[in-house]
């Protein structure tokens, strides 16, 4: 499984990355892009929005269905990736660098640290089958 | 990560039932889905998009077994099916096709359904999701008609303008077929009933064989390299930019055929003597007019509009509601249906939809989406 071992990850599949300034950016895992297939629209979170861990802040559509991207922690969204609104394509393809979708500042620097590690997430979701 | 809209039917309790194509699917790498009832592909690796242009420009293999294949045989089997259909079935000569819907007393769709005239009996093909309501309608209705579910056959839909080289390479007889015509044939060593028709838009054929025989015969289709397999994506994509309409989507008990744009599927002779469930509520919306009509909507942004979407005029107020809607592939773009009050139901009206919450903008459009492209 693609799911490089210097991020951390949630249940709902989506990775964070801790940046040198304290600030995390957030997508969602190749898992989860494989198991969306191809999309074709993602709407990112408003920047300067404050938002509570597990709130729904964005939604990612393939040709089939939408789908919810939740925070992984509280915090406020300071960046969206406006790349994604001409290519979705980048989160099928390149889902931990170009197909980024937000960053955000953590209300609590260590909450980050509670989340999965890339062990932990492909033993996740190698038990859901 | 969490679909909001699954294709999944929830209601399905039971184990999901396989088609005898299910271990080739799981070997080519088929998504497997339960979908009304049964275990489907709703893709395979190379995915919703690459499968949907497979169709349009070369030729795609589904599988559609799901769908029930039922055998009414009778003397008088067309003249007592049309009390449950408004189509003219008396006029339909052997070999041909046609498109109609079980009707229920309000003037409301049951199930739509596809009959063909086989000569010494007809064959209907109706929806996965229905074949428990329509095979007791049609024996609890059709007294003096014999009702036999062919479970023992499996249907297969090859459509793209390349079908024809696709199939004719193995079975010369579909050459000459145009647009809703059938015939009996032999196809890769076993009998078939081969149709010129679909759910794409394309040309195509949907080919009931032997259950038995449907692996091996699908294999060999898809050693062409014309054609490639395709899942329940993208025969929704497909049919979706072809404005067809989908059951229990855009078409259920509680939408009459005049409101679902569908009076084409009821012929002149049915119009004026009725004699079908529903017949009056019908008759009067012909002539009257229905108060709202389901329409092609294309929104002008990039954000798909799905079903259940709500559907507004200008001053916000709430004139409909999208039934079936995603992105259209060869569109490049999302494409919709949905229901409009009939005072907004012109091609070119601005409509407004709301998605999660915010306004956008969207015209109502001629359906298809697409240029059909049938045999004709």
Redesign the interface.
Known sequence: MNAPNDLKYTQ???WVRLNDDGSVTVG?TDH?QE????L??V?TPEIDSEVESEDAVA????????????APLGGSITDANGAL?DEPELVNNDPYNAGWLYKMTPANGTDVEQLMDSDDYESYVTSQG | MTDNTSPADAAAKKPPQQTPLHRLHVEMGGKMVDFAGWHMPVQYPAGIMAEHRQCRERAALFDVSHMGQVELRGSATAHQLEALVPADLQSLPQGKARYTFFTNATGGIMDDLIVTNAGDHFYVVVNASMRYQDIPHLRDNLPDVEVTERHDLALIAVQGPKAVDVVSRHCPDVVPLTFMQSLQTRLLGSDCRISRLGYTGEDGFEIAIPADAAESITRTLLEDELCDVAGLGARDSLRLESGLCLYGNDIDQTTSPVEASLLWAIQKRRRAEGGYPGADVISEQINQGATRKLVGIQPSGKVPARNGVEVQDATGAVIGKITSGGFGPTVGAPVAMGYVASSHCEAGTDVMLVIRGKTHVATVTALPFITQNYKR
């Open positions: 709902s599949h989506e969602i989860a198991q969306l297939g191809d074709v629209f709407e939604v990612v559509e393939s040709v089939k269905a939408a789908s919810d991207i939740y609104a």
